[in-house]
């Protein structure tokens, strides 16, 4: 069964050099379980909704097989938060998930219910974030490399408001089979395609 591994928030704002001047990019797990909303986690930013966020991107989940892949590549070891993402997920192929997906996290009262609405497109500020944690010129051709890796993750609606922490199963509710997938919107750039607010 597939596994939340962590629910990260904001662990700091940090400066950057983008139009908003700050970045919420900075996330690390929560301790314990986690409050969500129609925005998101609670303790977390959205620092550019614009861009980053809303309801139609209230979470980001970023699996353990394309991080350890990414690790492999880049010969460090990506801690959860890593990539900016709200949950670390184990044993989902997020690139093969479909565009309006159901998904619930935890059990019981307290269960969330997520859906699948688009994936994360690479942006400078991601860039600098890489570049920032290993170094090595990483902000030159991050964008690209990360696009061409074809691992961008999934951003998730929330349906039903409740409390995850990491250890909390995946079930996945339903799946429509006509919907393109997050690796086949990814490619194509069919953003037109993806659920908007």
């Known amino acids: 069964m597939p596994q939340l591994l962590a629910v990260c928030v904001v662990h700091a704002l940090r400066p950057d050099d983008g139009v908003v001047g700050v970045t919420a990019i900075d996330k690390r797990p929560a ?9 998101g986690a609670r303790s977390d930013v959205q620092a550019d909704r614009k861009s980053h966020g809303g309801l139609a991107q209230a979470l980001y989940a970023y699996s353990t097989m394309d991080a350890d892949w990414w690790g492999g590549e ?7 938060g890593w990539f900016g993402e709200n949950l670390r997920v184990d044993g989902l192929d997020l690139s093969g998930a479909r ?14 219910e997520l859906e699948v609405t688009a994936p994360r497109r690479p942006c400078q500020t991601f860039a600098r974030w890489a570049d920032s944690q290993l170094g090595g010129g990483l902000e030159r051709g991050w964008v690209k490399r990360f696009q061409l890796a074809g691992r961008p ?11 995850i922490a990491a250890g909390d199963e995946i079930e996945i509710l339903s799946r429509p089979d006509d919907a393109p ?4 919107v990814f490619r194509d750039g069919e953003l037109s395609r993806t659920i908007k607010d």
């Open 31 to 39: 301790s314990g379980p986690v409050k969500i909303g129609p925005y």
């Open 74 to 80: 880049l010969g460090h070891e990506l801690a959860p």
């Open 99 to 112: 565009i309006g997906e159901r998904w619930r996290v935890g059990a019981g009262a307290d269960a969330v």
């Open 153 to 163: 993750g999934a951003y998730l609606r929330v349906i039903r408001n409740g409390r």
């Open 181 to 184: 997938t997050i690796a086949e």
